[in-house]
């Protein structure tokens, strides 16, 4: 039976499709990014007694402000520069909802992160799109071709960026962070993993800011949080916009629990970089064209198997990665994240047996 809705959404919205990471059920999980490993030792113990303060009758903080000042610490910043939110997609959407709307747009440079596009024309935001070099690199005079023709109120940079890998040049993100006409937003939802961050080019002239999410390298992907460090006259726009009490008590403490295991996580971000090496080293020696990462995933291309083929056959191994080949400029691409050593060892394994039967 065909039930007809009684109302219907924003013309706009209409036919726009979710975002979405298709879940299986397999054995060895590589396609979202997520932490392999939980939190450190000690963590749920000092998260249930903190939890135990808790006045559930009362509402949360509005402002976040002991989260926002242990954030701040962490980057050398006062809390009047940050602005947390239920993961970094909540930060980028509040952004847009402040700076972006009808009759301002955004840009974005494909193959990049799905989700920037995806606010943007939900939030009523335009969007122009350029394209990275053929080896996934953003130029800087292609970024400036595309701006200066353009004009877009909000310009996002993936650093590194999701799913390709790369790490935005330097060049590119120091000439959008000198650009105060635009706001610009470097997404380094995967900066811990990389070399270098646009952290130490935010100032309070600049409408340029840095997000992050607790997700990855705090190995808090349930909790969704996330945040951005930017100039403090941007911050307090946002806070005009955020709903009232957006992130709950529970959450403002789980994350101030995780920021004080900052050593332990700093080494498994060693760890997984360590082990990002191995696995790229072992595709090297397969049949398959790899794209150099600084994240904690690795986008790759099969030579002479089809990408759906070997995604399917990878799930019958039991194994999920991330089917990238219906993406933007990635036909018969797949990303796999950066898991256990024994995690991509299974991977490994059924991918050679599948690029050799």
């Known amino acids: 039976m065909t039930v007809v809705a009684p109302i219907a959404p924003r013309d706009d919205l209409a036919l726009r499709a979710g975002y979405h990471s298709p879940q299986v059920d397999v054995e060895v999980r590589l396609n979202t990014n997520e932490s392999p490993y939980g939190p450190p030792e000690g963590f749920a113990a000092a998260l249930a007694e903190e939890l135990a303060t808790i006045h559930w009758n009362r509402y949360p ?3 976040a402000l002991a989260l926002r000042t242990d954030i701040g ?3 050398g910043v006062g ?3 940050v602005f947390a939110a239920n993961g970094s997609n909540e930060v980028l959407q509040t952004l847009l909802l402040t700076y972006g709307g009808p009759g301002r747009s955004a840009a974005v440079f494909e193959p990049t992160y799905a989700l920037h596009s995806h606010l ?3 939030t009523g935001t335009g969007v122009v799109t350029g394209e990275r070099a053929a080896d996934f690199s953003l130029h800087l005079a292609d970024l400036r071709a595309l701006v200066d023709r353009h004009d877009p109120e909000v310009v996002f940079l993936c650093s590194p960026n999701n799913p390709t890998g790369r790490t935005e040049s330097r060049d590119v993100v120091e000439a959008m962070a000198a650009d105060t006409s635009r706001l610009t937003v470097v997404d380094e939802a995967y900066g811990q993993f990389a070399d270098r961050s646009a952290l130490d080019l935010i100032a309070d002239d600049r409408p340029f800011v840095v997000t992050r999410t607790f997700s990855k390298t ?3 992907a349930g909790a969704r949080l996330g945040y951005l460090v930017g100039p403090a006259w941007l911050v307090a726009e946002l806070g005009k916009v955020v709903l009232p009490y957006h992130l709950d008590a529970a959450k403002q403490l789980a994350g101030r629990v995780a920021l004080r295991f900052g050593d332990e996580m700093a080494a498994r971000v060693a760890t997984l970089r360590e082990e990002r090496g ?3 080293a072992r595709l090297d020696e397969l049949d398959v064209d790899v794209v150099p990462s600084d994240a904690n995933f690795v986008l790759f ?3 002479r198997v089809d990408a759906e083929e070997v995604w399917r056959r990878l799930v019958e191994a039991s194994v999920l990665v991330r089917n990238c080949a219906s993406w933007p400029r990635l036909e018969g691409c797949l990303r796999v994240t950066v898991g256990t050593s024994s995690e991509d060892d299974r991977f490994l ?3 050679e047996e599948i690029l050799t039967s």
Request: hydrophobic share 50%; aromatic share 4%; proline share 8%.
């Open 301 to 303: 291309r099969p030579r």
């Open 61 to 63: 903080d509005r402002a």
């Open 73 to 75: 610490a962490l980057h």
């Open 278 to 280: 191995r696995l790229v």
């Open 218 to 220: 705090w190995a808090m």
């Open 79 to 81: 809390p009047e520069q």
């Open 120 to 122: 943007a024309r939900i």
């Open 349 to 351: 394994d059924a991918l």
